[in-house]
């Protein structure tokens, strides 16, 4: 472990593989014997896993004293929540969804079983790539700017290009839309990362990324009446194609202008409250 972690790439690499692992065990099964349906049995598969996972991801962080810190509150650090609060609210598609979302439709089993896996998932990522891969980041590279940008822009990098696998993981995905979502999550990543910096919350933003997840996948609750009522979308011109994507491009990329800009009001002591766990391992202030 301690060669692995000298090495943070290849270290952030093998978590991800052995997670990605860890979640092929086939837990739904269990619960399909036990009674639940399927869309019940599969979401407490992930619950499970997630939480043994976050649950290793926090012995893996204890053992080799990497950088952490799993809560800290001052009101002075309220404003670094802004951008985030303002992309969850505005920009969260599925927002809309939720104001409109009829839940008298849907039973309360279901919705707990949904609400239990977008936060155990949304918990878990961020115990990955801000809490350990980051920090492993943050082990290796100097305490300075240039160091602390390294590390950021890597980790959220890595964020990203974890999500080339939903090409395989979910159905009627395209190259050209699995692409921008890794754009787009290697921006939030970097601003995520930058703001965990500054903040020293790991659970302030688990519950944020939580929140963005849950208003922008709501509509899954609801998969029947999505069926039945989409539509096919008619081909764009290719200025409107172009025009859309430049649009993609500055919408999801004001997340990275966000956390450069906090990377480059980072100071020292910012970096030194975080990393100071690395010498003593409480994992809270």
């Not at 598609?93 to 998932?121: M, P, R, V």
């Not at 974890?162 to 009627?172: A, E, G, K, V």
Request: hydrophobic share 50%; aromatic share 14%.
């Amino acid at each position: 472990m301690k060669t692995l972690k000298s090495k943070p790439v290849l270290f952030s690499l093998i978590i991800i593989l052995l997670i990605l692992i860890f979640h092929r065990v086939p837990l739904y099964k269990l619960f399909s014997i036990l009674g639940l349906n399927e869309y019940n049995s599969n979401s407490y598969d992930k619950v499970v896993i997630n939480s043994i996972s976050v649950i290793g991801i926090l012995l893996i962080i204890k053992k080799n004293h990497i950088p952490f810190r799993l809560f800290s509150f001052s009101l002075k650090n309220l404003k670094y929540y802004l951008p985030l609060l303002f992309y969850i609210l505005i920009f969260s598609g599925g927002f809309n969804d939720f104001q409109n979302f009829n839940f008298t439709s849907i039973n309360l089993d279901t919705l707990l079983s949904y609400t239990l896996k977008y936060a155990s998932s949304s918990f878990l990522e961020e115990f990955i790539f801000r809490g350990l891969i980051l920090g492993v980041f943050l082990l290796n590279y100097p305490k300075t700017k240039r160091g602390i940008l390294k590390s950021v822009m890597l980790s959220g990098l890595i964020f990203g290009l974890m999500h080339i696998i939903n090409l395989w993981s979910f159905d009627n995905q395209t190259i050209k839309g699995v692409l921008n979502q890794v754009y787009a999550t290697a921006c939030f990543g970097i601003m995520y990362g930058a703001t965990y910096i500054k903040t020293r919350s790991l659970l302030t933003l688990g519950l944020l990324h939580f929140f963005s997840n849950f208003f922008s996948q709501i509509s899954e609750l609801n998969f029947i009446e999505v069926i039945s009522n989409s539509t096919t979308i008619a081909d764009k011109s290719l200025v409107n194609i172009i025009i859309s994507e430049i649009f993609r491009l500055i919408v999801f990329g004001i997340p990275l202008i966000i956390g450069l800009f906090l990377i480059y009001n980072t100071n020292e002591k910012d970096l030194n409250t975080l990393t100071r766990s690395a010498k003593s391992p409480d994992l809270a202030e």
